[in-house]
Every structure is written in structure tokens, then in C-alpha cells.
């Protein structure tokens, strides 16, 4: 069983910064594929980056791209998101998830607010 506890969420300025964390316990991260997904008000939960075991790989969602940067310490058991020239459509709650053959895990969320 793994546990993923999010932070580094809440309210930043259109064009802003913010840095997401992801820290487990129960199981070493890594031999999961570690992602972030975020679910706006409404709208279904939807993939934003993932990144392999290695750290050698990354993807986004076109929206994100050339803006956000997720990356991992695996010795520190953690996983980053790096949000930069933020926009109040990434308002949303921002979800860990770890996956493992049939194995997925969830953190509770954070919430990232861009307002001005």
C-alpha cells in the first residue's frame, strides 16, 4: 500500500509560480510510474504529466507544455511539479498518482488557485 500526500498548492497571480510535492510512504516510489492529473470544477480529472521510473522520460498535456515540469527525487521518495507562467484555467485540484501493473494509488489533491 502506498499513501501520496500533495502540497505546495493555493492561490497565485496569473503569470505566477508554484511547486507541487508528492510524498509517499509505504512503498518505495521507484518502481511506479509517477503522474499528476487535475480536476477543474465540472470538468472530468484529466492527465497533465507523467514521467517514468528512471526520471528519463516526461510527457504533457498540450496545455502545459513549455509551462509545467514535473520531475523526481527517488532517493527522497518524492515527485515535483513545477508550474510556471500560471493562468486561472489551471484552477484545479492537482492529484498525485502512482502506478504499478494493476496497482494505482491517489493522494487527496491540493487545490491551485490562479486569480489575480
Known amino acids: 500500500q502506498v499513501q501520496l500526500v500533495e502540497s505546495g498548492g493555493g492561490l497565485a497571480q496569473p503569470g505566477g509560480s508554484l511547486t507541487l510535492s508528492c510524498g509517499a510512504s509505504g512503498s518505495t516510489l521507484s518502481s511506479y510510474l509517477m503522474s499528476w492529473y487535475r480536476q477543474a470544477p465540472g470538468k472530468e480529472r484529466e492527465l497533465v504529466a507523467v514521467?517514468?521510473?528512471?526520471?528519463?522520460?516526461?510527457n504533457y498535456a498540450d496545455s502545459v507544455k513549455g509551462r509545467f515540469t514535473i520531475s523526481r527525487d527517488n532517493p527522497k521518495n518524492t515527485v515535483y511539479l513545477q508550474m510556471n507562467s500560471l493562468k486561472p484555467e489551471d484552477t484545479a485540484v492537482y492529484y498525485c498518482?502512482?502506478?504499478?501493473?494493476?496497482?494505482?494509488?491517489w493522494g487527496q489533491g491540493t487545490q491551485v488557485t490562479v486569480s489575480s
Open positions: 498518482n502512482a502506478r504499478l501493473s494493476v496497482f494505482n494509488y
Open positions: 514521467i517514468t521510473r528512471a526520471g528519463d522520460s516526461t
